[in-house]
């Protein structure tokens, strides 16, 4: 086994021993044989007040390609030890950080968008060998990152608070910005660069010291971007990082009383549990969605089937803003259908390194099980395959797009989160009963409406219950100075913009007198 660089950093007191556990996990998978007998495994480390060192657990779990089931790395199993040693290095460095004028800040997050520019296209490499998307995929991930990056540099000039008269003579009123302290981050493993971007870039900018968690499916890259962030000059113990599972670290995390605030993407059931346990500190959630597309009867229909495509298959149905409900207007349905199965049958499925693939594999074994799962569901609760609904019999976890018509609202195809290549077409006489089934579920995040009537396009903005609609377009494209989030159980925060930055500041309210006595507010005349 090769050590990588950072081992060298190790400063814990405690004795280990030392990568054995590793060893025997090599050996485990070579025994399950989805590890070449060759292959030399890097093990890498926790992040920790400027250090890379391991965990006090002295385990270490894999992250796999799923393409084709290969380890490609060692990673911490981080625990509530270490997670508690990293609140202390981001306690240690607070008042430095969050006393660094925020220009200042902003001049390293800047540096952070260069260093990921020039390295774009070996991180998206990276990440389409650890999570599986196709490569323009991850580069359009990595290029998210580098918007962010520059976005909040930006705001570090200006952060700005309001002004506002008060209602008493010689008195100034006005708003500023405060940092919260130390914030937790835990991030999910579809948008393993993009999503840690958006949180670490505003809650940095801010004055905030970070705790970070990345997910057990993508802990490389979570590696890299921390050290890109380390190579720009982010201060030790500004940013921790902290590997393994959610139940140990995230829970810890989620917990511990010196963690101001929290932001959390990713499933609902985790983000209710984090609601139900975080006690009292500032959380944004960002959870699921059952994202639909309208396709009316006065649509044009090559596009809207373009925007179907690529909503219910693009990232393999793993983006919080896919589409898996089409609502289709019946006049066109036969049309839609007939169009959207030839496209979703030619795309081609492969590993995302390959130029010619259209589709990269499911993040992992569990997620090709849950589609299979739903697969039979759809075809209990009496929906009719069109196309698709099948693994493939080679290595890897692919899985084919598969399409369900005759689908109704009270279908739990319809009503739960799958996050594979599943969409179901459900078939409706008018745009009220298609925006009654757009809104007949419990989530609220993404949708979209195609159609070349203005008034259908206003009605729907305006009554869609989604934290996000798009006219003429698919429910995939957010940008990152425009706020994100959802509504019902898709969560409660809005990252990107000037939302991003409320999420991770405290506003305070100050007021100047300067009329030399006591001026009492609701009292005295002005
Ligand atoms: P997940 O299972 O909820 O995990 C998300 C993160 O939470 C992981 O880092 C996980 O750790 C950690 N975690 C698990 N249990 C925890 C606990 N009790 N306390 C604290 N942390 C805990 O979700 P996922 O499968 O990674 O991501 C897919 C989900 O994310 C989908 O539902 C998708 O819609 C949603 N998502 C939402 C958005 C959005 O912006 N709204 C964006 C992307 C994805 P480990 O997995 O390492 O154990």
Same mark, same amino acid.
């Given at each position: 086994?090769?050590?990588?660089?950072?081992?060298?950093?190790?400063?814990?007191?405690?004795?280990?021993?030392?990568?054995?556990?590793?060893?025997?996990?090599?050996?485990?998978?070579?025994?399950?044989?989805?590890?070449?007998?060759?292959?030399? +495994?890097?093990?890498?480390?926790?992040?920790?007040?400027?250090?890379?060192?391991?965990?006090?657990?002295?385990?270490?779990?894999?992250?796999?390609?799923?393409?084709?089931? +290969?380890?490609?790395?060692? *990673?911490?199993?981080?625990?509530?030890?270490?997670?508690?040693?990293?609140?202390?290095?981001?306690?240690?460095?607070?008042?430095?950080?969050?006393?660094?004028?925020?220009?200042?800040?902003?001049?390293?997050?800047?540096?952070?968008?260069?260093?990921?520019?020039?390295?774009?296209?070996? +991180?998206?490499?990276?990440?389409?060998?650890?999570?599986?998307?196709?490569?323009?995929?991850?580069?359009?991930?990595?290029?998210?990152?580098?918007?962010?990056?520059?976005?909040?540099?930006?705001?570090?000039?200006?952060?700005?608070?309001?002004?506002?008269?008060?209602?008493?003579?010689?008195?100034?009123?006005?708003?500023?910005?405060?940092?919260?302290?130390?914030?937790?981050?835990?991030?999910?493993?579809?948008?393993?660069?993009?999503?840690?971007?958006?949180?670490?870039?505003?809650?940095?900018?801010?004055?905030?010291?970070?705790?970070?968690?990345?997910?057990?499916?993508?802990?490389?890259?979570?590696?890299?971007?921390?050290?890109?962030?380390?190579?720009?000059?982010?201060?030790?113990?500004?940013?921790?990082?902290?590997?393994?599972?959610?139940?140990?670290?995230?829970?810890?995390?989620?917990?511990?009383?010196?963690?101001?605030?929290?932001? *959390?993407?990713?499933?609902?059931?985790?983000?209710?549990?984090?609601?139900?346990?975080?006690?009292?500190?500032?959380?944004?959630?960002?959870?699921?969605?059952?994202?639909?597309?309208?396709?009316?009867?006065?649509?044009?229909?090559?596009?809207?089937?373009?925007?179907?495509?690529?909503?219910?298959?693009?990232?393999?149905?793993?983006?919080?803003?896919?589409?898996?409900?089409?609502?289709?207007?019946?006049?066109?349905?036969?049309? *839609?259908?007939?169009?959207?199965?030839?496209?979703?049958?030619? +795309?081609?499925?492969?590993?995302?390194?390959?130029?010619?693939?259209?589709?990269?594999?499911?993040?992992?074994?569990?997620?090709?099980?849950?589609?299979?799962?739903?697969?039979?569901?759809?075809?209990?609760?009496?929906?009719?395959?069109?196309?698709?609904?099948?693994?493939?019999?080679?290595?890897?976890?692919?899985?084919?797009?598969?399409?369900?018509?005759?689908?109704?609202?009270?279908?739990?195809?319809?009503?739960?989160?799958?996050?594979?290549?599943?969409?179901?077409?459900?078939?409706?006489?008018?745009?009220?009963?298609?925006?009654?089934?757009?809104?007949?579920?419990?989530?609220?995040?993404?949708?979209?409406?195609?159609?070349?009537?203005?008034?259908?396009?206003?009605?729907?903005?305006?009554?869609?219950?989604?934290?996000?609609?798009?006219?003429?377009?698919?429910?995939?494209?957010?940008?990152?100075?425009?706020? *994100?989030?959802?509504?019902?159980?898709?969560?409660?925060?809005?990252?990107?913009?000037?939302?991003?930055?409320?999420?991770?500041?405290?506003?305070?309210?100050?007021?100047?007198?300067?009329?030399?006595?006591?001026?009492?507010?609701?009292?005295?005349?002005?």
């Amino acid at each position: 086994m090769s050590m990588c660089k950072e081992d060298k950093g190790r400063v814990r007191g405690k004795k280990r021993k030392n990568g054995a556990s590793s060893w025997l996990l090599v050996r485990r998978l070579h025994i399950l044989n989805i590890a070449p007998v060759h292959m030399k +495994l890097m093990e890498h480390l926790l992040f920790i007040g400027g250090k890379w060192i391991k965990s006090y657990s002295e385990e270490t779990f894999p992250s796999i390609n799923p393409a084709n089931e +290969l380890v490609i790395g060692l *990673f911490q199993q981080g625990n509530e030890e270490d997670v508690r040693a990293a609140v202390d290095a981001a306690e240690s460095a607070y008042e430095a950080w969050s006393e660094t004028p925020a220009p200042k800040r902003g001049e390293i997050l800047l540096k952070v968008a260069q260093l990921l520019r020039k390295k774009k296209e070996e +991180l998206a490499k990276l990440e389409t060998a650890e999570m599986g998307k196709v490569l323009p995929e991850a580069r359009s991930d990595v290029q998210e990152a580098i918007d962010v990056f520059e976005y909040m540099a930006g705001e570090g000039r200006r952060l700005f608070g309001n002004t506002t008269p008060s209602e008493l003579k010689s008195k100034f009123a006005c708003t500023i910005r405060r940092p919260i302290g130390i914030v937790g981050l835990i991030t999910p493993w579809n948008f393993p660069i993009a999503i840690p971007a958006w949180k670490l870039s505003a809650a940095l900018i801010c004055g905030n010291t970070v705790v970070f968690k990345p997910s057990s499916d993508t802990p490389l890259c979570a590696v890299e971007l921390v050290k890109i962030l380390v190579e720009a000059g982010v201060p030790s113990g500004v940013i921790n990082m902290i590997t393994g599972p959610g139940s140990s670290v995230g829970k810890e995390i989620v917990t511990n009383k010196k963690i101001r605030a929290l932001s *959390f993407t990713g499933s609902r059931d985790t983000g209710e549990w984090i609601a139900q346990n975080a006690g009292i500190k500032k959380v944004g959630l960002e959870l699921g969605g059952k994202n639909a597309i309208i396709v009316m009867d006065d649509a044009d229909l090559p596009l809207a089937i373009d925007g179907a495509v690529w909503s219910a298959f693009g990232t393999t149905g793993q983006r919080c803003t896919a589409a898996s409900r089409i609502i289709v207007h019946e006049k066109i349905q036969k049309d *839609f259908e007939t169009a959207f199965c030839v496209r979703a049958k030619q +795309l081609v499925l492969g590993p995302g390194l390959s130029e010619k693939t259209d589709i990269g594999p499911l993040v992992n074994r569990q997620a090709v099980e849950k589609c299979e799962r739903y697969i039979d569901i759809g075809k209990k609760e009496g929906a009719k395959l069109l196309c698709g609904g099948k693994r493939l019999g080679i290595k890897g976890f692919f899985f084919e797009p598969t399409i369900f018509t005759n689908a109704t609202i009270d279908m739990k195809i319809s009503q739960q989160e799958i996050f594979g290549p599943v969409v179901s077409v459900i078939s409706v006489k008018s745009l009220e009963e298609a925006i009654d089934v757009c809104n007949s579920i419990e989530y609220g995040l993404s949708s979209a409406i195609y159609t070349k009537n203005i008034d259908n396009a206003f009605r729907a903005i305006e009554k869609i219950e989604a934290g996000i609609t798009y006219v003429n377009s698919s429910t995939i494209g957010s940008e990152v100075h425009l706020p *994100f989030g959802g509504v019902k159980q898709s969560g409660t925060a809005r990252e990107g913009g000037i939302l991003g930055i409320d999420e991770f500041s405290e506003v305070k309210t100050v007021y100047i007198d300067y009329s030399s006595k006591l001026q009492k507010a609701q009292m005295d005349v002005g």
